[in-house]
């Protein structure tokens, strides 16, 4: 029951998006902005300036999962569904599992477009092993969305939320955030040093795990708040 409740409504999240694409259009819009600003701010020819490219990454993925998470529940809000979705059959973890499970997806899709746009237009020749490339998004993704979805359904109810979301997320996503950037540093800037950044994405695991948990337990009590 909580994973077919959770499925559903991430189904429902999706498909809404899928017909009115106004989320996931926002999200790519800054990501593009984001790659064009810095393109012309910095010479992409200069070898110097790649160093900036895996800060750059992650400067992407949290700004522009910000303004995904930010609707995820105010979005729920316009409708007073919100309500709906407490008085449901459903077990409160369902609710965060499945709000989750579409904010990740949403990022992840602006991940697979945003990156490689990026890559291209630093002309950057990306020599790092993809598949622990492709672990260290995702793994640093998944904790971000963990606890960024939890805590937009704690800030939902205030009038600025889009003001208190990043304050009270910054600070407990800054561990994960730290791991990410060494960890897809050293793999595209020193493929050399490869233990150090197997090191990094064990710590970003094990925060990972923690944020999730922690998020999946509390939502019941935020819930009723």
Request: with cysteine; aromatic share 14%.
């Amino acid at each position: 029951m909580l994973f077919k409740g959770a499925m559903a409504l991430a189904w429902k999240d999706l498909y809404t998006e899928w017909k009115t694409k106004q989320t996931i259009s926002t999200m790519l819009i800054f990501a593009g902005l984001v790659v064009i600003v810095f393109s012309f701010a910095f010479d992409p020819m200069n070898t110097t300036v790649k160093a900036i490219i895996p800060g750059l990454i992650w400067v992407i993925i949290v700004f522009a999962g910000l303004l995904g998470l930010n609707r995820s529940f105010t979005s729920e809000g316009k409708n007073d569904t919100i309500h709906a979705l407490i008085v449901a059959p459903l077990d409160p973890s369902s609710i965060y599992l499945g709000k989750f499970i579409s904010n990740l997806v949403m990022i992840l899709i602006v991940e697979i477009i945003s990156i490689p746009f990026l890559f291209i237009l630093f002309d950057f020749k990306f020599h790092a092993n993809l598949l622990y490339f492709i672990l260290t998004i995702f793994i640093g993704t998944f904790g971000f969305v963990s606890a960024g979805t939890f805590l937009a359904a704690l800030s939902s109810n205030s009038r600025s939320s889009e003001m208190l979301l990043p304050i009270i997320l910054f600070p407990i996503s800054t561990p994960i955030l730290i791991g990410a950037v060494q960890a897809t540093k050293i793999q595209l800037i020193s493929p050399d040093k490869f233990a150090s950044a197997i090191s990094w994405m064990q710590l970003i695991t094990a925060y990972d795990l923690i944020i999730f948990v922690a998020c999946f337990i509390l939502y019941e009590y935020v819930q009723e708040v």
